[in-house]
């Protein structure tokens, strides 16, 4: 089973034609005054552009996240994507860090608007609350990924330049993001909407887990075990009781609505590819086998496997889907936390139990605790497999100690393990905050 969250590429102007109320009665029709928007007719489209801008934002931001790590690598010819795939993840003139972070801000901004708008809304109506929840989820999600992903980040309000939140605050982010998160659950589950409440307890049980991360990356990550989910564990037991299968909470896309940059980049354009790790690829870079076998039964990896086929729109051997969906959150996700904070607390069975029924969904053979392969050993590996293309290896790499070999010595990734994407030039430039001309008058 899984649970889509679909993002059409239509412009809040076009779903608000569609809601009855002629909005569209402008000069230029290209152009929707900020008064319609904030019209109550407009709701339910300011929700669903905002989550447009959020996919946007997401895919564009995870693909340099990833070839940093060692989940995608540069096989084309702009040297920017090889600085990331050598480590050098810090340089804010890195072209394509700088053509992403637009769509980040966007989706940032977008986010927060839509739920300051159904706030108003929704505490006139309560007709409003769903659209209200929905909001506060997306935005929840929006500030998770870039408390996930960014060194540092601005926020503005359109009209004054933000200043950076600063490294050493950014786990603030990770924080509103949870905020947003606890309203839409309550808001959710005020409703009866038990399957957006899912969703909602999905997504906050990862910010949960990403906010604990984020404490051992920062200053600087050093290496080290399982870490204890002590405020994931609710949600995570809640979406594993509630929906069973393999269950995923997904942002989709399709090549007649809304595209998926880095999906096409690494499908179809091939500037990018699935690192040498895990697969193999024949003179044309297509992926003609598995590199990476289980480590229990010693043959090519079926988590691995299965998400490669979704990926690739069925078959991994094939050239490509222009339009996989990104996977937010997952049974398998929720698992991986209980397990690893099993595995922290001594708790050996509970560890092997959930490590045997994420195996179980790809017909793996059961792991057995204290044989050839180690604890912890397992837990990198099935977490590796299993959080495939989520936008947190990079994350997990740091608070392991687990380097590419791609990386340079004198990279930011070797020199200061930790450092994430950072403020790019078009904001530097922008920011009177950053550029040095300062903000007064």
Known sequence: ???????????VAAVVALSGCNLLDVTNPNSLVEESIMLEAAANGVVNGSLNRISNGISDVWEGYLVTSDELYWIGSRDAWGQLDQGYVGNPENEFLDGAFPSLGQGVWMAQNAVEILSEHAGNNSA?????ARAQLYNGMML??????????????KMDDGAPVGPAAMSGVLDRAISNLDAAV????ALGETDLEINARAVRARATMSRTIWNVLNPNATAGGALTFASSLADA????????????????????????????????RKENQIDLSLVTVDASNDINGIAMNDPVSGVADLALIKRLNQWKGGNYLT??????????SSERLMRLIVAEDALANGNVAAFEAQIDAIRALDGEVEFNSGGAVSDTAMLMHTRRMNVFLMGLRLGDMYRWGITDPMWHSASDAILTPGHMLPITIVEIRANCNLNGQGCAG
């Open 128 to 132: 409003f609350a769903k659209d209200l």
């Open 237 to 268: 037991n809640f979406v594993i009781g509630a929906t069973g299968g393999d269950w995923q909470f997904q942002l989709k896309f399709s090549s007649g609505s809304m595209s998926c940059n880095m999906c096409w980049n690494v499908n179809e």
């Open 144 to 157: 998770m990924v870039t408390g996930e992903v960014q060194e540092d980040m601005t926020f503005s309000n």
């Open 186 to 189: 309550s808001g959710f589950q």
């Open 319 to 328: 050239s490509g889907n222009q339009s996989p969906p990104l996977v937010i």
């Open 1 to 11: 089973m899984k649970n889509r969250i679909t993002a059409p590429a239509i412009a």
